[in-house]
């Protein structure tokens, strides 16, 4: 098997890196028990590793969103497979995993959402995310009224939009970087807890 690095860019070393991205990657690091690839990769340019990272936190940790975690990681996964973006669907699918505690459900909406064990609200949600994340300049009007017939506010579209498009730059820098998923994301959360 090749051994790749985990990015085509040049990945610094953590002594070399400013104090708070420092800071933010052993934070992640001591939570995790290792650091997720996308960290290392992005740091190569400080002041977009910033900007990455205060958009995720702003879209992903919003206060108020209706949006559980594992539906937003179900957004993710699935629009990132409609963008064949290895990284973020390996990654992605086993934050998935863990907050759905259903070791099955990540692939499953990889491969094709609709065949997924989910709710009919939340097959409605990925396939606003997919028409917004395939062909923006066809949502219209008629697709904010499927939201809503399923309970989705205007607030609730904002934060579905705004992780698909947050996740649409994120795709696009892990495919031209060539980041690689920690051999960690491959394995977590496969077994169901007993």
Known sequence: MKDLSISRYPVPSLDS??????????????????????????AHRPAEFRAFFAYHDAIMEREGSTLSPAEKEMIIVA?????????????????????????LLADQIAVNY????????QKAM?????????TPELVQDSDYEALNAQGFDDEDILDITGITAFFGLSNRMAIVTNMQANTEFYTMAREPRA
Do not use: M, W
């Open 17 to 42: 890196l400013p104090d708070d991205i420092r800071e933010r990657i052993l934070a992640v690091q001591e939570k995790a028990r290792f650091i997720p690839n996308v960290f290392l990769t992005l």
């Open 79 to 103: 629009t990132s497979a409609a963008n064949g973006c290895q990284y973020c669907v390996v990654a992605h699918g086993a934050l998935l995993r863990v907050f759905a505690k259903e070791p």
């Open 114 to 121: 609709l065949h997924a064990p989910i709710s009919e609200r």
């Open 126 to 134: 990925l396939a606003f995310s997919l028409k917004l994340s395939r």
